[in-house]
């Protein structure tokens, strides 16, 4: 069983700053990536941000530049810096962690989402 803890969200006035964080727990050997992903109402859920085990990062076309990525993988958690934050941010915004089995196989789990709302 592994569980998915975030924090940080919250309702903030546009062109301010955001830190996300998640925390994994449970029963695992290692983590292959996390990552943040979001879902905007009447949207379909998109990447934000991944990082994997060994640091390379990946982001979603309308946050480069804005958001940054970052792990610490001795505590299995994962940040996200949010600058300059716009309306169209606003969604719910989940942690996601892709965890090997022992064999060929790697399982995905999700966090329960937190609300950053943007507004003025």
């Known amino acids: 069983q592994v569980q998915l803890v975030e924090s940080g969200g919250g309702l903030v006035q546009p062109g301010v700053s955001l830190r996300l964080s998640c925390a994994a727990s449970?029963?695992?050997?290692?983590?292959?990536?996390m990552g943040w992903y979001r879902q905007a109402s009447g949207n379909e859920r998109e990447l934000v941000a991944q990082?994997?085990?060994?640091?390379?990062?990946n982001y979603g076309d309308s946050v480069k530049g804005r958001f940054t990525i970052s792990r610490d993988n001795a505590k299995n958690t994962v940040y996200l810096q949010m600058n300059s934050l716009k309306y169209e941010d606003t969604a719910v915004y989940y942690c996601?962690?892709?965890?090997?089995?022992?064999?060929?196989?790697?399982?995905?789990?999700w966090g329960q989402g937190t609300q950053v709302t943007v507004s003025s």
């Open positions: 990082v994997t085990s060994g640091g390379s990062t």
């Open positions: 449970g029963s695992f050997f290692s983590v292959n990536a």
């Open positions: 996601n962690a892709r965890i090997p089995s022992d064999t060929s196989w790697e399982y995905d789990y």
